[in-house]
């Protein structure tokens, strides 16, 4: 989140911190922050903020990208991203799927049990 959010505010430097990024619109939606006369741990904490915005993908504020800079970003962001849940994901479903070793070698016992009275034409009984 913290290389996230720096690298928009070095994108939003870029444009000039002007009325085409984001941090111009952050000036309206955060009282406490001013794009030029701020401290910079209010900075920090702006960018801090919107990297795990874009990376968590919660959107509690919906920002779109303003400049092609920000687009740009926001599409690695994303893409990086749905990697990273997906591994996650995929993680958590592999050990809900994975199998009891021991249920499953009783299962593969009981199986060879079941063809070993078959072939001996032993009765029924047995089997239970």
Known sequence: AHWVGCFFYFIAVIYNLGSNTWVFEMEYLFPLFERFGTSTAVSYLLCLYKGLNAISNLEYIVHYPNNLGEQIFCIIVMMVSIGIQGKILGTLLNYMVDRDPVA????????????FIERKNLPPELSA
């Open 104 to 115: 499953e070698a009783h299962k593969v016992e009981m199986e060879e049990l079941r063809q």
